[in-house]
């Protein structure tokens, strides 16, 4: 029962929910039938509306195509008209040019005939034009008119005479480069090549190239462009050479290297054979003035050993500044596809020229080799080298443009002065062989020989060019081929030159020496020699990272060289002298008497120390040791030895009686016997 009950009190739930639900759908669908009324009455308003506009649009769409088939008609009528007029106004505009067309010789022929300059550049250029269309329309609508020919030959004349305005504006602007402003610009690398025209000039000039190019006609004007500014820098580097202006110039900037130099003392040497000059302070100086002035370029403030040198380096520099200036004026002018051919033509004579003078100094310094043997030359050879390796750069970048590309001619000279300057070197090598060994080709006196003195002041000379010389060399050293890093194969390359040099003139002096029949004075000489040498080597600035780097042992070579010869001097010139007095024994005090062999002995001694130290003194007093701290340390070292033997046989038996006329053989006492050992090397003692 209660099971039932609960079944029927649901249903009755249910019943009810569902009777809820049913009343809100059917209020819900009252709504919606009312709003599908509104909706419908909406419709058909607009449909109305939509009849009324479309009867309207079309009454509108009737009125228009009455329209247009009124208006088209006019319309085109108006076209017509207007097409018309414009065609009666463009055939009195082109009547009116083709009058002009026969009138315009009669109107332009007095402007035209008065040239370019006697009016505004532009209105000539304009006038122009307009000759050259008439001419266009005679060639085209009367090719066999009077009016063609007077047309043609007015508008030629007309550019004749602009090409000749182009001619007499560029000689009117084209002045030779004075020549301090030449000499600062071979000297100086901040200076910028010269501007050769004013702004208005190049105004004019570029006006006529760009009218006479763009139009197609004559190309005279480059003809006439190169020849001038040929001829100009012709004068202008004609100048430099030959004006005694130039000269004063140059000379002003060496007068203050003299003013210093002739503060300085001077080095002597003896009289030259071989053509080298002696350097040091001096040098040093100059080379550092004539650096600080213009870089790369040194100016020899001495006399020049290779004429021409000097002034070849000048010309070299300017003559670079000179076509870069050229070059850059050119490009302005010039159209591109032209330039490569005017820069030839323009260049041409003027390189010819440079190339003579350089191919005339190279020749001067081979004949200064071949018949003089003057081997000073080779120093100004490798300044040129230097110099022209320096600019071959800036030449390669003008005249690669060229079509001739003629700084090869510069480079491959330059490349013969390489070559030549290694025969320099061979040459000069040969000629320290090729001395000859007799007594008369050695100094008297044993002092430094002359080939000594000029060999290292060559050598001087030469490392002053380390980066010229010693790639040349070093490219003659099959040793050094595999050196690929420049400043290690220059100093290598110099340090193996060096070597040569002073392997060549060891062994000669060697051989000198033994025209000596003194063997003291053979090792004077040579200890002289060796002395010289490693002075001078040790006192160059440009030397001393060489000989740390490249070339250690030479110092200590030299240095055992010299220890040899003062060990062999010592010996063959006191060697009989000591022996005389060594070994010497005391006699007691109050000895009244000595036996006849100890008395005779002691005679004997005595009379061959004097003996030997007169024949020292005598001999030895001739020998000359110009190097004064040689000279006294060698003094210094004799009396060292000498001194203290002599004093201690001297004190043994000068009171003892071996004698009866002791002055007979006391001739000398230890005092004096030193003076006379300082006094050695002198021949004014």
């Not at 000048?314 to 159209?335: C, H, T, W």
């Not at 003139?505 to 004075?521: D, H, I, R, S």
């Not at 000359?624 to 203290?644: A, C, K």
Request: hydrophobic share 35%; net charge neutral.
């Amino acid at each position: 029962i209660q099971k039932t009950y609960r079944l029927t009190r649901y249903s009755l739930l249910r019943m009810d929910l569902i009777a809820i639900e049913k009343d809100r759908i059917e209020e819900k669908l009252r709504r919606d039938e009312k709003v599908v009324l509104q909706l419908k009455k909406s419709l058909q308003q607009s449909s109305q509306n939509t009849q009324s506009l479309v009867h309207i649009l079309e009454s509108v769409q009737g009125r228009l195509k009455r329209l247009e088939t009124t208006i088209i008609p006019v319309y085109k009528e108006t076209l017509e008209q207007t097409r018309m007029q414009k065609n009666v106004e463009s055939s009195l505009v082109a009547l009116n040019k083709v009058i002009g067309y026969h009138y315009l010789c009669e109107l332009v022929e007095s402007k035209v005939q008065a040239g370019p300059s006697a009016s505004d550049l532009d209105d000539y250029l304009q006038t122009l034009e307009k000759l050259r269309d008439a001419r266009e329309y005679f060639i085209v609508y009367s090719p066999h008119s009077v009016e063609l020919e007077e047309v043609s030959n007015l508008f030629e004349s007309g550019c004749d005479r602009l090409i000749k305005e182009f001619r007499i504006i560029l000689q009117k602007n084209s002045h030779p480069v004075p020549d301090s402003i030449l000499v600062d610009l071979a000297t100086s690398e901040d200076l910028s090549p010269p501007e050769h025209f004013s702004v208005r000039v190049m105004t004019q000039l570029q006006s006529i190239t760009r009218y006479l190019v763009s139009k197609g006609l004559s190309t005279d004007f480059m003809n006439v462009y190169f020849q001038i500014r040929s001829e100009n820098l012709l004068r202008s580097l004609a100048s430099m050479k030959d004006s005694d202006r130039s000269n004063k110039l140059l000379s002003e900037r060496k007068d203050s290297l003299h003013n210093i130099l002739d503060q300085l003392p001077h080095r002597k040497f003896s009289k030259r054979k071989v053509g080298v000059s002696p350097v040091g302070a001096r040098g040093a100086i100059v080379r550092s003035l004539n650096e600080g002035m213009s870089g790369e370029f040194l100016l020899n403030a001495k006399d020049e050993s290779l004429p021409g040198s000097t002034s070849l380096l000048m010309i070299a520099s300017a003559f670079l500044r000179l076509i870069e200036g050229e070059y850059k004026l050119m490009k302005s002018i010039i159209p591109v596809e032209h330039q490569e051919l005017i820069l030839d033509k323009l260049v041409d004579k003027s390189l010819l020229n440079f190339l003579t003078e350089y191919e005339t100094v190279y020749s001067r310094a081979k004949n200064s080799l071949t018949s003089k043997k003057d081997f000073l030359v080779v120093i100004p050879l490798f300044r040129i080298i230097k110099h022209m390796n320096a600019l071959l750069p800036g030449y390669q970048a003008i005249l690669e443009k060229s079509l001739a590309k003629s700084h090869t001619r510069i480079q491959n000279l330059t490349i013969k002065c390489g070559d030549l300057s290694m025969r320099f070197l061979e040459e000069f090598i040969g000629e320290i062989n090729s001395q000859p060994c007799k007594i008369t080709a050695v100094p008297k006196d044993g002092t430094v020989h002359e080939m000594t003195s000029q060999t290292m002041s060559f050598m001087e000379q030469l490392l002053e060019h380390v980066t010229t010389a010693g790639p040349l060399w070093a490219a003659k050293d099959s040793s050094l081929a595999r050196i690929q890093e420049p400043g290690l194969l220059a100093t290598k390359g110099m340090a193996s030159c060096q070597h040569r040099i002073l392997s060549t003139l060891t062994m000669k002096l060697e051989g000198k020496a033994t025209c000596y029949e003194n063997m003291c004075l053979r090792n004077i000489f040579l200890l002289n020699n060796y002395h010289f040498i490693r002075k001078t080597l040790t006192r160059s600035p440009i030397m001393i990272p060489l000989l740390e780097q490249e070339m250690a042992d030479l110092e200590d070579k030299f240095n055992e060289l010299i220890g040899k010869q003062r060990k062999g001097y010592t010996v063959y010139a006191f060697g009989k002298l000591t022996n005389h007095i060594q070994d010497a024994v005391a006699i007691p005090e109050g000895t009244d008497k000595l036996n006849a062999p100890l008395k005779q002995s002691i005679k004997d001694r005595f009379k061959g120390f004097n003996n030997e130290m007169d024949e020292i003194v005598r001999v030895q007093r001739s020998f000359s040791i110009p190097d004064p701290h040689l000279r006294d340390s060698l003094r210094t070292e004799n009396s060292n030895l000498v001194y203290p033997l002599y004093a201690e046989f001297y004190s043994a038996y000068s009171r003892s009686p071996f004698t009866k006329n002791p002055e007979k053989y006391l001739k000398y006492n230890p005092d004096e016997v030193s003076e006379l050992l300082m006094s050695l090397f002198d021949s004014a003692s």
